[in-house]
């Protein structure tokens, strides 16, 4: 054979020739080390996020077309991209020379918050529209179902990108956008065009560990599988990829089959659908869309079901370029295709050196888990996929977490067919995926099934036979044992209704077929979204304020631009320095132990290691809190807990050695659970406790008592950007240089010289921007940025980490999980009278913020509601996980979702109008709270009379009611639910903010202040202060970074305040640079700014200040219950409506409206997505995203696979953001309020709206009374909570008869 070592492609237009590529090496890496293109991002390494989108073109031979494709960069093989065209973000547009229309668009329709995400949008984006110029919405939603964005709640981005499909905006003049002109697009490399026309050589590329051969023809491929019967068949490598990344599989020998013709055709034959088993998921989709265009629907009864599991099939990128072959022998029993491939009896057509068999795809074809009757020499060459009869349906379906780019809990493919002319059952193929370690049929039930009549007895006896024969174990791998086996009966109640349904039409005048009735005929709908729409209405700044004054504006992020080309610098791309060095962590795999032994030789052995760091290497105080150190000293204490750290040449060989450090541990008892640690004492401090009023009174004045709990699980904070750090030492006087992606700049310059044992004056913290925070990046940066600074300090190099997905959620903990236990006393009206509270929080293994968290949790524990009589008490639980720290709302939500709790049991008890007993219970204007601040400027009641009208909700809730009389499995809720939000760090002496100010001669301002920009706007918001007070335009001022040697002591960005207080420095600053100016200008009236400070300067009059402010009045006595732990309080309302579906448990959420009073907004279009951001942040807590551990300790959701943030598709189909009028603050700067924080409880209105409509649904089936719904309502606890017959028949197991898989912590 022709052997090349040569590896040809093109990026962004420009020819690259490797030889001996790494097989290990994949495209992103590339692009970021080799190439420096660090526009494309880094959010996960597994596929899952869409941050390192890019557009792969190649000619295909089949198509005989250019095909562009937007890809995973971080999955795609480098060896894989042999002539092929490669563009990136930096590729189609930049700042300083043109923007393409789909940088533009997301930059301006304010779409772009932290920007970690935009590169991947835009791409994907582009990609569509280089495919596409003119797609339809729908189009543009499909087309980022793979991109996940942590900050904007999506709505912007699909707005902006709304105008490509001719949809009008409203926060932005789309007039003003550059129109899309496809013919300026760079046009495929006419030298793969010729190269194409050249035979394929087979190219061979030899790695450290990984051979990687493409193979020119099968007769090849095959004849290398004889000979390396153990290599792995790699297509897309969206399987391998994952195995070798994430599951520490090594294999040494790769064929790529994905150019030989063979495997990459398509024929249609006499029974179906001929495909090559390297076709990719979206060919087959394109394929199969047009078959069932152009036949007779019967006979694509099969392709119709493919193209539904399609549609929720991973995202574009995955699609893209997995092939169908990958799935099927993958063999995983999640697999999407293979329940409809075995229902159906697919063909496959199997081939080896010299021979070729063709086998069903049938009960007997997977032997187990992950295996196949594959002998080790073949490979999968086609799969047909058969074309159906008359009489003969088939369906699919699939549940997940989330709708979209989600793997399935339960997923299935059913088949029937009947003897002609009759409903009387002749063939059934019932195959379920989820419900064991292979595809599984159920030949019991389909056997005893044959030969009846379809109808209600059918149904009947199909459901109890179903629910003998696909059983789990309690203990079953995955959880949820109870729900899946409920979705495997109601995924065959929904098939057997749509077969009905189909008999009824297609057979009507041949045979009595049993009829629906009309309640159930939306169970065997599809799922359908209708198009998105949105309103923004704010107030416009008014008619007399100065052209130049820009506070009020909504400007886009100033960042913006930048951020969607590519150019905006995040830590991880700073350019590498001279012998810098990487570190990778060792972490501890038992949650409780004693470390017996610390065995690194091995590690150290490996290529480029420098050196082995544990506790014993810090030169300073390993301590940096009372109760935590940098690296574990003989104990550790939670699965995660870093006792080292391994310093390489490169990443990969610092991973590598982290991997081969061997650790022997003493296993002691861990404490994981809330409940656990209640049972053994065990909590980090005494319980806090506030109470006002008189509780027994109060409890003895009500008409009724209800008691009851709820758990409020936790939260990852799942910024796109991951912890990351690159310390340089300066070689004098113990200096260090620290880039950081971190909220807390200062408190990491005081941690960093305390573990180096130097004055703080020697360290310098820098940060230029962050990929989103939220909390996660406060305290907790200090367990990266630490011991990335001891390594820099012992080798005397630069040291750079950038943590991987898996290890940023293992290490670094999220949002406290609560148990809030209540007792509430009202009277008949629905006035609640008293209130008495217990809340546990899992802190983890160290107090960190918990102790502040807490406290913010009982300050909040009255939502908005006026109660007489009320006494919270709160602990802080220490388990044997990792700390939980800072997250967005910081216990307010946890503390406000449990009084939403009680107030609803409350509602529901009274059977009293959910929106009049919340009314009746409102604070009123002078109220005192339960800590007795007084509320003034009241805006809560505005707020929610304006929610209430804008939402309609009063006719609304009328057509919510009608529709769930006449739908028996689809519900719909509705919920109005208040928030307020105490603005201040409740620790009094972080409230303070500096800033520094330097107007340069030439009249240009550098400004700088405490403050991190995380996306949440704050430079913008600070620039435009700094233009109203100085009176220059925008363009004249810059933020540079933020940084500990321009404005120390700073507190960390957080508790929503960094508008307030950098904002008021800032406004000091310049009104003494304005002062100072003031007699040149008076001296030259006429002059201009430039003139005035070149006179100033002149005059030696000094153009630099430093601004300082501190929020004045707060006090707050612990002891007496008395002063004022607040500057004032933000107020929101919002209304939701959604949608259940009774049998799976699936959600959608139809509609909000939200009220929210940002006071004066400084900036409407950062504050509006502020509250979107936030909002969808919310939904995501309450309703989607599940922390799972193991009895262990063992955090089992590790990245976006099995970790569910919300998508593009989750947000409500209508979602209308109204910020409060007329509602000026006289608290903070220029009027405005805090927004951060504020408006992510309100997100509480879909968890409200899903309780709802299950009580709708629990009335359907003749349950009443108050049911307990955990947060977050996820499809389990929804359709658990849905009472029928189908969940009767799968009762749970016996609570302590078994070991679970997981554990609420
Ligand atoms: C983010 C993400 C989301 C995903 N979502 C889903 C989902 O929603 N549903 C779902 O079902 N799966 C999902 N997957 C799994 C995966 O994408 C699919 O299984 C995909 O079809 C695999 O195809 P591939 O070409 O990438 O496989 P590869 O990784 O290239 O190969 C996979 C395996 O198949 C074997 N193989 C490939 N071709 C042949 C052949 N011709 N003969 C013999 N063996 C062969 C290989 O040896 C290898 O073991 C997801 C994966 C990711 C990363
Ligand atoms: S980094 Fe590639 S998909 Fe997340
Ligand atoms: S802007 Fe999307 S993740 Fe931050």
């Not at 293109?37 to 996960?44: D, S």
């Not at 569509?128 to 499909?142: G, K």
Request: hydrophobic share 40%; charged share 20%.
């Amino acid at each position: 054979m022709n052997e090349s070592d040569e590896l040809v492609f093109f990026v962004n237009g420009h020819k690259v020739v490797e030889k001996n590529v790494d097989p290990e090496l994949n495209l992103l890496t590339y692009l970021r080390r080799k190439l420096g293109l660090t526009g494309t991002k880094l959010g996960c390494g597994e596929g899952g996020c869409g941050a390192c989108t890019v557009m792969v073109s190649r000619y295909n031979s089949l198509q005989r077309k250019i095909l562009h494709f937007a890809v995973n960069a971080c999955l795609a093989p480098l060896c894989s991209l042999h002539r092929t065209a490669v563009t990136t973000v930096e590729g189609i547009g930049s700042t300083t020379t043109r923007l393409h229309p789909v940088q533009e668009r997301i930059a301006k329709a304010h779409g772009s918050q932290c920007g970690f995400c935009t590169p991947g949008i835009v791409m994907s984006v582009y990609t569509l529209l280089r495919n596409n110029p003119e797609p339809t919405m729908e189009e543009i939603e499909d087309t980022l179902q793979g991109n996940l964005c942590r900050c904007t709640g999506y709505r912007a981005i699909l707005e902006g990108y709304s105008t490509f499909a001719k949809i009008s905006p409203r926060l932005f003049e789309s007039s003003e956008f550059k129109p899309l002109d496809p013919t300026q697009e760079p046009i495929f490399p006419p030298e793969l065009l010729l190269l194409h026309e050249l035979p394929q050589n087979t190219l061979l590329f030899k790695g450290e560990h990984v051979t990687w051969i493409q193979p020119a023809t099968l007769d090849e491929l095959l004849i290398l599988k004889a000979r390396y019967p153990e290599a792995r068949l790699v297509v897309g490598n969206t399987e391998v990829g994952i195995e070798m990344k994430l599951k520490n599989m090594l294999y040494p020998v790769i064929l790529a089959p994905a150019h030989i013709p063979q495997l990459n055709f398509t024929r249609r034959t006499d029974t179906g659908i001929l495909f090559g088993a390297a076709c990719t998921l979206t060919y087959i989709g394109s394929l199969l869309k047009q078959a069932v265009d152009d036949l007779p629907s019967y006979r694509t009864e099969v392709f119709k079901a493919v193209l539904e599991q399609l549609r929720w099939f991973a995202g574009n990128q995955i699609r893209n370029v997995a092939a169908v072959g990958g799935n099927i022998m993958t063999a995983s029993p999640i697999s999407d295709l293979n329940p409809v491939f075995m229902a159906s009896g697919c063909l496959l057509t199997l081939a080896s050196k010299g021979s070729t068999r063709v086998v069903r795809m049938d009960e007997d074809f997977f032997t187990g888990y992950r295996k196949t009757v594959l002998k080790p020499q073949e490979i999968l060459l086609s799969v047909e996929i058969p074309y159906t009869r008359k009489g003969e349906y088939f369906s699919a379906f699939k549940q997940a977490q989330r709708r979209e780019d989600d793997i399935a809990i339960v997923n299935c493919g059913l088949r029937v067919a009947f003897k002609e002319g009759t409903d009387v059952v002749e063939e059934l193929g019932l195959s379920y995926g989820g419900m064991g370690p292979t595809t599984v049929s159920a030949m019991k039930t389909s056997e005893q099934l044959l030969g009846k009549k379809w109808n209600e007895e059918l149904l009947q006896e199909a459901c109890s036979l179903l629910a003998a024969e696909l059983t789990l174990s309690p203990s079953a791998p995955g959880g949820m044992v109870q729900f899946r086996r409920t979705l495997s009966l109601s995924f065959f109640f929904k098939f057997y209704l749509s077969v009905l349904q189909k008999l009824g039409q297609d057979f009507k005048s041949d045979f009595r077929v049993e009829s629906i009735p009309p309640e159930y005929v939306s169970a065997t709908e599809l799922f359908h979204k209708d198009p998105p729409s949105a309103i923004q209405l704010f107030q416009e700044v008014p008619p007399g304020q100065a052209p130049t004054d820009v506070v009020g504006h909504p400007l886009p992020h100033l960042s913006s631009t930048k951020q969607a080309t590519g150019e905006a610098i995040y830590c991880d791309d700073l350019p590498h320095f001279e012998k810098e060095l990487y570190l990778a962590l060792v972490t501890s795999s038992e949650a409780h132990a004693q470390i017996s032994s610390i065995d690194a030789s091995q590690a150290l052995k490996v290529t480029g290691v420098t050196c082995f760091l544990t506790a014993e290497d810090v030169p300073g105080n390993n301590k940096i809190a009372i109760d935590d150190t940098v690296f574990a000293e003989g104990v550790v204490t939670c699965v995660g807990h870093v006792i080292g750290a391994v310093v390489a040449d490169t990443e990969a060989h610092a991973q590598r050695a982290a991997k081969a450090v061997k650790i022997t541990y003493n296993k002691l008892k861990p404490i994981i659970t809330i409940q656990e640690a209640i049972a053994h004492e065990s909590f980090h401090i005494p319980p806090k406790k506030i109470e006002n009023g008189n509780i027994e009174l109060g409890f003895a004045q009500a008409d009724d008592i209800i008691e009851g709990e709820i758990h409020v699980g936790g939260q990852e904070h799942f910024y796109l950007e991951t912890h990351c750090t690159v310390a340089v030492p300066k070689g004098e006087d113990g200096e260090m240089e620290l880039f950081a992606s971190t909220q807390a700049p200062s408190q990491m310059q005081l941690h960093v010289a305390k573990v180096l044992g130097v004055p703080a004056n020697r360290i310098v913290c820098r940060v230029k921007r962050i990929g989103g925070g939220f909390g996660g990046k406060e305290s907790h940066s200090s367990i990266l940025l630490t011991v990335v600074a001891v390594a820099a300090y012992k080798t005397k190099r630069p040291v750079r980490c950038m943590l991987n997905r898996d290890e940023d959620m293992l290490v670094s903990g999220g949002r406290n999980p609560f148990l809030g236990r209540y007792k509430v006393g009202y009277q008949k009206n629905g006035k609640i009278v008293a209130v008495d509270l217990t809340f546990y929080c899992n802190a983890g293994r160290c107090l960190d913020l918990s102790f502040s968290i807490m406290e913010r949790a009982l300050f909040h524990m009255d939502n908005c509601y006026k109660i007489p009589n009320i006494r919270g008490v709160g602990y802080v639980c220490k388990t044997n996980l990792p700390a939980n720290t800072a997250f967005r709302g910081f216990g307010g939500p946890q503390g406000m979702l449990i009084a939403e709790c009680w107030m609803n049991d409350v509602i529901q008890k009274c059977g009293l109008p959910s929106e009049q007993v919340r009314m009746l219970n409102l604070y009123q204007e002078g109220d005192l709270t339960h800590f007795n601040q007084k509320l003034e400027e009241l805006n809560i009641g505005k707020c929610w009379e304006e929610c209430l009208e804008s939402s309609s909700y009063h006719s609304r809730r009328r057509a919510v009611d009608e529709f769930n009389r006449q739908h028996r499995w689809k519900k719909r809720g509705l919920a109005i639910i208040p928030t307020k939000f105490g603005i201040c760090f409740t620790a009094t002496f972080m409230n303070q903010a500096g800033a520094l100010v330097h107007i340069y001669t030439d009249g240009s301002v550098l400004l700088t202040h405490g403050g991190t920009e995380m996306g949440q706007g704050l430079h913008t918001k600070m620039v435009q202060v700094a233009s109203k007070v100085l009176g220059i335009p925008v363009s004249q001022i810059h933020i540079s970074e933020t940084s500990t040697n321009t404005v120390p002591n700073s507190s960390p960005t957080a508790a929503s305040a960094s508008s307030d207080l950098n904002g008021m420095a800032i406004y000091n600053a310049c009104h003494t640079l304005l002062a100072r100016l003031q007699p040149f200008k008076l001296a030259d009236p006429k002059g201009t700014w430039e003139n005035w400070v070149s006179a100033a300067y002149m005059d030696r009059v000094s153009l630099s200040v430093a601004g300082f402010y501190r929020t004045p009045d707060l006090n707050y006595n612990w002891e007496s219950n008395e002063g004022k732990p607040y500057n004032y309080f933000s107020y929101g309302v919002a209304c939701s409506e959604v949608e259940i579906d009774c049998l799976t448990g699936d959600h959608k959420n139809l509609r909000t409206d939200i009220v929210m009073d940002v006071g004066m907004s400084l900036n409407p279009a950062v504050d509006i997505g502020q509250v979107e951001g936030a909002f969808v942040q919310g939904l995501g807590l309450f309703s989607l995203e599940q922390l799972r551990y193991s009895p262990d300790g063992v955090l089992y959701t590790r990245g976006p696979g099995a970790y569910k943030i919300p998508a593009a598709g989750d947000i409500p189909t209508q979602l209308n953001v109204s910020l409060l009028r007329e509602s000026p603050n006289k608290k903070a700067i220029y009027s405005s309020k805090a927004v951060g924080e504020p408006p992510l409880f309100l997100s509480a209105s879909i968890f409200f709206a899903i309780k709802d409509a299950i009580v709708a649904a629990r009335e359907a089936s003749g349950v009443t009374g108050l049911f307990r719904l955990d947060s977050p309502a996820t499809p389990d606890r929804i359709r658990n909570a849905c009472i029928d017959n189908l969940t009767k028949m799968c009762p749970p197991a016996e609570p302590g008869t078994f070991t679970p898989w997981n554990v609420e912590v």
